[in-house]
């Protein structure tokens, strides 16, 4: 189906364990978004990209790396996580021209 | 940088009724794009509606309008004849149209609305 899907649904994960949320297009974007929802805080932009091996840093990109090899795929991966990211993630994409963004369904992931 | 700030945490309202959500934002950017986004109890982001900052008019959907006021810098929605299905989270949020932030939404907080019966 056309869309934007993220992978896993939900995870729980240790503290210190790396861990690889995926997320994957159909449209074709050019651009990609990774956010964490928190309570009081809304959505915040951790990274984004504007095309295939182009990545940039959001509001709160520390703790996490991305990388972008294809223009369907971004990946986002917590390469020792902590309890401070537990949280829900979200991917979202957008083609050209400054318009909305499509949601994926969200990521909750527990850090213990 | 931009900020969007919803001063309502929460709201209620009775069904068929009318509530209207506030939503306040600063920039320096001249040019932008407001969007309200409506999250409901399944997690799933949903656009509600949008607003090119260049155009006076108000943009409205069905039962929802905004009251965009660009000097005041305010961006409220209306939701006309509430509905049971409209109990959600509510986003507003705001993207430059140009620029090195070109792309990037900023959001408010949120604001949870419950529609009872």
């Known amino acids: 189906d056309a869309g934007i899907t993220q992978s896993p649904r939900y995870k729980i994960t240790e503290t210190g364990r790396q861990v690889t949320l995926m997320c994957h297009q159909t449209?074709?974007?050019?651009?990609m978004f990774w956010y964490r929802q928190d309570l009081g805080h809304g959505l915040r932009l951790i990274y984004y990209s504007a095309a295939a091996d182009i990545t940039d840093k959001g509001e709160v990109p520390d703790g996490y790396v991305v990388s972008r090899s294809k223009t369907e795929n971004f990946p986002l991966t917590l390469e020792s996580a902590t309890r401070s990211q537990t949280s829900v993630y979200f991917c979202?994409?957008?083609?050209?021209?400054?318009?909305?963004?499509?949601f994926g369904p969200g990521t909750r992931l527990t850090v213990t | 940088a931009q900020t969007v700030t919803q001063s309502q945490p929460e709201m209620s309202v009775q069904e068929a009724e009318t509530v209207t959500l506030s939503c306040t934002y600063d920039t320096s950017e001249s040019n932008y794009y407001l969007f309200w986004y409506k999250q409901p109890p399944s997690r799933q982001m949903i656009l509600v509606i949008r607003q090119e900052a260049y155009k006076q008019q108000n943009a409205t959907e069905n039962r929802f309008s905004v009251n965009f006021q660009k000097a005041a810098k305010s961006f409220s929605l209306k939701i006309s004849d509430s509905q049971l299905g409209d109990t959600a989270m509510y986003f507003c949020a705001f993207i430059p149209a140009g620029g090195t932030s070109y792309g990037k939404l900023t959001f408010g907080q949120g604001t949870i609305l419950t529609v009872h019966p």
């Open positions: 449209w074709s974007h050019s651009y």
């Open positions: 979202a994409s957008r083609g050209q021209g400054a318009g909305e963004q499509y």
